[in-house]
């Protein structure tokens, strides 16, 4: 429901009160290169039993297509999902 396209300078983002499914399609949308810039990232109050491909799919796109991301607050993660990663 956020519009990216007036956010070409976005370095900080806090979103709570979100699932996996929403996140994923946040971060699978034309508006990731938006969020490629980050430095930033915090999810609060995220639903962490979420399906696991779409728990799978966002911890890849934050560990390996957000070069500039320094601080990275994230729900609790599975042991397992670093063997998916």
């Known amino acids: 429901r956020i ?12 979103v709570s009160h979100v699932n996996y499914k929403e996140l994923r399609s946040l971060f699978d949308s034309k508006h990731f290169s938006s969020l490629e810039q980050l430095t930033t990232l915090k999810i609060q109050s995220s639903n962490v039993n979420g399906l696991d491909r779409e728990r799978v799919f966002v911890l890849k796109k934050i560990f ?3 070069p500039k991301l320094r601080i990275c607050q994230i729900p609790l993660i599975d042991v397992n999902d670093f063997d998916d990663l």
């Open 64 to 66: 390996s297509q957000m």
């Open 3 to 14: 519009s990216f396209d007036m956010m070409t300078h976005l370095r900080t983002l806090v």
